[in-house]
Antibody
Framework: QVTLRESGPALVKPTQTLTLTCTFSGFSLSTSGMCVSWIRQPPGKALEWLALIDWDDDKYYSTSLKTRLTISKDTSKNQVVLTMTNMDPVDTATYYC??????????????WGQGTLVTVSS | EIVLTQSPGTLSLSPGERATLSCRASQSVSSSYLAWYQQKPGQAPRLLIYGASSRATGIPDRFSGSGSGTDFTLTISRLEPEDFAVYYCQQYGSSPVTFGPGTKVDIK
């Protein structure tokens, strides 16, 4: 079955760089149409999409955060990594990774990790 | 960037009632690439609807989606106790992907 799990530090200091890893199973990111996204959610607030990487290694980023984000994949390890530079307390949020599969019969983010809470504080 | 607006912000209803949630886009959503998600406290979102009107695997048929272009609707025909949650729409037809601010459905 498909599973995704986020990992990374629970606490980072302002100005530091955050590195999060999404480790998945049950699908391959080399399959045509397969994509993994990162989404975050500050406490009590709405979902915010951050970045996506697809099977062809194309990358897409949030307009407001693209200067701070880098997404990459390691297909052999079934991992997707997100880095976010210059962290600020407003970046405190639960960070999720999720899968999507672009086919005529599918759509949306159909599998999600459980999320990891990242707090930015000195 | 496509901005999604959801209304109402909060919907207070009783079990058994019909819920109608709206999602409006600032420009046309390509190929109806519009999805709806349900999120309960402390849980990750769950995909309900994709392609504006297709139910995801395992989603009960009391959930239905409709619309095209810039106006979309999620309807829950008869609210069950487990349906009280926050609902988000998302467009994935053009980059960047965007989410709406959510509609909370709570118990009246």
């Amino acid at each position: 079955q498909v599973t995704l799990r986020e990992s990374g530090p629970a606490l980072v200091k302002p100005t530091q760089t955050l590195t999060l890893t999404c480790t998945f199973s049950g699908f391959s990111l080399s399959t045509s149409g397969m994509c993994v996204s990162w989404i975050r959610q500050p406490p009590g607030k709405a979902l915010e999409w951050l970045a996506l990487i697809d099977w062809d290694d194309d990358k897409y980023y949030s307009t407001s955060l693209k200067t701070r984000l880098t997404i990459s994949k390691d297909t052999s390890k079934n991992q997707v990594v997100l880095t976010m530079t210059n962290m600020d307390p407003v970046d405190t949020a639960t960070y999720y990774c999720a899968r999507s599969w672009r086919t005529p019969a599918t759509g949306g983010l159909d599998y999600w990790g459980q999320g990891t809470l990242v707090t930015v504080s000195s | 960037e496509i901005v999604l607006t959801q209304s109402p912000g909060t919907l207070s209803l009783s079990p058994g009632e019909r819920a109608t949630l709206s999602c409006r886009a600032s420009q046309s959503v390509s190929s109806s690439y519009l999805a709806w998600y349900q999120q309960k406290p402390g849980q990750a979102p769950r995909l309900l609807i994709y392609g504006a009107s297709s139910r995801a695997t395992g989603i009960p048929d009391r959930f239905s989606g409709s619309g095209s272009g810039t106006d979309f609707t999620l309807t829950i025909s008869r609210l069950e106790p487990e349906d009280f949650a926050v609902y988000y729409c998302q467009q994935y037809g053009s980059s960047p992907v965007t989410f709406g601010p959510g509609t909370k459905v709570d118990i009246k």
